[in-house]
């Protein structure tokens, strides 16, 4: 009997783990297998010849990718920081009663539901050197002192960074509010009770219970942060001066405007492979926490 | 069991339906697939694509628009060839890409259709570009050239003559500038965004100053040639956030034929589109006020244009090339070209096109265009052209950006590179 479930089980699955295979292993092995190939696009004479790691040696020596690697990190650790304090606040605000709740709710997503490529448009016109929203917010009429946001290398990052936090603070404040709402009401009428003020009750019932979402809320945004693309793409396209080339851009640029298949796909099973060690970090961290949070 | 047979049964419902989709193909016409990117005259060309479906009622002409910027056109286009793509016939091909298709095997060799006697109807520049190893792979449509567009009313308000010299040019517009008084007024504007468009404009003042990047014969890479240098430090020091706004950095043209057409630079540098929506009513605040002649040069050195514009390509793999080249014959017609120079403001390239009293009365302008046309100078010609431009974008984005950058120090730097990519192309067995 239990075998032939077993088997109804499996059929079951089958649709699931097919598409999973197909759309998921398929494309990682398939990357990994082009990482070990001279595969130049353009010069199909030169066949594909397997070049063991030779792709991964010259990317550890590539100034480039080095330079790019910085920025995203850069990128990752303002942007999840923010995201993570925004958020937080953003859930606070939220989780508390009152009128038009519901709404607000509703508000505090749209930035996460527009998708990118979109609101990254949206950004270059606000941060726009002649008319952007954002000069004229600062200096008013008197164009002159405008600043080209994307323009000058530190301020293209830092443009790309904000447009970042706006648009997924909301998914941060998402994670932590359904962290926030699993705290049982008793335990902070019993720290009122017990003559709590308002901080009191934040630090010492709030904030341990809500970490465990919010290592979830950090885990979510690391990973995604370093694969950072369509914002680059979209408000500089990496200019000026490399000052926003993510590494994911930089990938994208070797594989499909130059052709570089075989050293595009290095850069990315490398991505590949920081998020994977960055994911089970975090995963180990979060269990751990939410062991100690059940006892 | 059952659910063996529950799955068979939905694989087959699929199987059919699909099979039904492709048998109910062959009676309509044949669909030719013109892969192109987001044009600015989309009814101009909706018209042109109409009257061919007129005179051609077997063949249907299926637009997909692509991105406007080159480079993430080429990304597409090379993406679906490279995969033997046959559901893309007919594609743009920019200047710089004949050597690369044409060594990748991806654009259809048209030497047995476009015959030589035929190749003398067009404009030598672009016949050239199209030619690889002997053998021709696309059909210019259109010409494009660097131009240099100026507002004619406000020199002649100041008594000046359109400047030969780039340092003319700046004391032009110093005068301009004081006499006029108007708040963000600026002296001249470009593409200097990290893109293609950025190469076409620095090359152009490398040229005029005797300069070059790449030496075509021997592939020697010059950018550290106290020409080349000088020119980028120019560009640093007196253009951009002088003459032109910082924010030029992060321009492509649209966003700095704005600003031109908005009244707010005095000189421009431009393709020839750029002509028609200036001298828009509907769109321009300057119609009516642009004159328009061939890049400044550097004491003692020629003028040079970029060359650009785009050719029709057919893909190698397309089962429809006879179809496809009707279309393309047709796209590249002096009737075709007609159109799209009267209503579109596109350069022809075709000598005849330039002779027809029509165009010569409705688009004066054209012949203004032809001194520039005979300036014009490929970008380095080469099948792995892509990766010289990414890394001459990112040497020339470095070199205007940082003001008091190491100009010298990173043309080493980016020679070496380039040269190594030389050194792949030549790695081809003959």
């Given at each position: 009997m239990i075998r032939k479930d077993q088997h109804f089980y499996l059929a079951l699955l089958l649709p699931a783990i097919i598409v999973l295979l197909l759309f998921i292993a398929a494309p990682i092995i398939n990357s990994f297998f082009l990482s070990f190939h001279r595969i130049i696009i353009g010069l199909p004479q030169l066949k594909t010849p397997f070049v063991a790691l030779d792709n991964y040696l010259q990317l550890l020596k590539d100034p480039i990718a080095r330079h790019s690697f910085f920025i995203t990190i850069i990128f990752v650790a303002l942007t999840t920081f923010f995201e993570l304090l925004i958020g937080l606040f953003l859930a606070l605000l939220i989780h508390h009663r009152f009128p038009g709740r519901g709404a607000l709710r509703a508000c505090v997503l749209i930035p996460w539901a527009i998708p990118t490529v979109v609101s990254a448009q949206m950004w270059r016109y606000l941060f726009n050197d002649a008319y952007g929203v954002i000069n004229y917010m600062i200096?008013?009429?008197?164009?002159?002192?405008?600043?080209?946001w994307l323009a000058l290398s530190t301020t293209a990052l830092s443009s790309i960074i904000i447009a970042d936090i706006w648009k997924t603070s909301s998914f941060a404040a998402l994670l932590i509010l359904a962290g926030l709402q699993v705290i049982p009401e008793e335990l902070y009428q019993a720290a009122k009770v017990d003559g709590a003020i308002a901080w009191q009750r934040f630090r010492h019932v709030t904030w341990p219970l809500i970490r465990p979402a919010l290592l979830i809320a950090l885990l979510f945004r690391t990973i995604d942060a370093f694969r950072v693309f369509d914002l680059a793409f979209v408000m500089t396209q990496g200019g000026p001066a490399d000052a926003t080339n993510v590494l994911q851009l930089y990938g994208y640029k070797k594989m499909?405007?130059?052709?570089?298949m075989g050293y595009g796909s290095a850069v990315s099973v490398c991505i590949f492979i920081i998020v994977l060690v960055i994911a089970v970090a975090y995963v180990r961290m979060v269990g751990r926490r939410l062991l100690e949070a059940n006892v | 069991m059952k659910t063996i047979k529950i799955m068979t049964i939905f694989l087959g419902i699929v199987v059919l339906s699909c099979t039904n989709v492709t048998s109910t193909w062959a009676e309509k016409p044949t669909n030719i697939v013109f892969l192109t990117w987001k044009p600015n005259q989309p009814e101009v060309w909706d018209t042109v694509i109409e009257s061919f479906h007129q005179k051609n009622p077997d063949i249907h002409i299926k637009v997909q628009v692509g991105p406007h910027s080159s480079t993430q056109y080429h990304a597409i286009v090379a993406q679906r060839l490279k995969n033997m793509?046959?559901?893309?016939d007919v594609f743009f091909m920019d200047v710089i890409w004949p050597p690369e298709f044409a060594n990748a095997g991806w654009a259809l060799d048209l030497s047995s259709k476009f015959s030589a006697e035929e190749q003398?109807?067009?404009?030598?520049g672009p016949i050239t570009a199209n030619t690889y190893q002997g053998k021709i792979y696309g059909v210019p449509c259109y010409l494009g050239a660097g131009l240099f567009y100026y507002r004619e009313d406000l020199l002649k308000k100041y008594h000046f003559k359109p400047p030969t010299l780039w340092k003319e040019m700046l004391k032009q517009g110093e005068v301009v500038l004081k006499g006029e008084n108007e708040q963000g007024l600026h002296i001249y504007s470009g593409q200097f965004k990290q893109y293609e468009g950025l190469v076409c404009n620095m090359m152009e003042f490398i040229w005029s100053n005797?300069?070059?990047?790449?030496?075509?014969?021997?592939?020697?890479?010059?950018?550290?040639?106290p020409a080349v240098v000088k020119s980028l430090k120019f560009v640093r020091d007196?253009?951009?956030?002088?003459?032109?706004?910082?924010?030029v950095i992060n321009y492509e043209e649209p966003e700095s034929l704005d600003l031109f057409i908005q009244g707010k630079t005095i000189f421009h540098r431009n393709w020839p589109y750029a002509w028609a929506v200036a001298n828009d009513p509907k769109k321009s605040k300057i119609a009516g006020k642009v004159g328009v002649g061939i890049i400044p040069a550097f004491q003692g050195h020629n003028s040079a244009s970029t060359l650009g514009g785009w050719q029709f390509g057919i893909n190698n793999y397309s089962m429809h090339a006879r179809e496809a080249w009707r279309f393309v014959q047709f796209m590249t017609s002096h009737e075709t070209q007609k159109i799209l120079a009267l209503d579109a403001g596109l350069a022809p390239t075709r000598r005849s096109v330039y002779q027809d009293p029509d165009v010569q009365e409705k688009r004066p302008h054209l012949n203004a265009f032809l001194p520039a046309f005979k300036n014009t100078r490929p970008r380095p010609l080469s099948p792995v052209y892509p990766m010289i431009s990414q890394e001459l974008q990112r040497f020339f984005s470095q070199a205007i950006t940082e003001s008091g950058s190491d100009i010298p120090g990173m043309a080493a730097v980016s020679s070496a590179r380039i040269e190594k990519f030389f050194a792949l192309g030549a790695m081809i067995p003959k």
């Open positions: 200096f008013g009429a008197s164009t002159n002192s405008y600043i080209p499909f405007v130059e052709g570089w | 793509d046959k559901s893309v003398n109807k067009f404009l030598s005797g300069g070059a990047v790449i030496e075509q014969k021997t592939g020697k890479v010059l950018l550290d040639d007196k253009i951009i956030a002088r003459a032109a706004p910082r924010g």
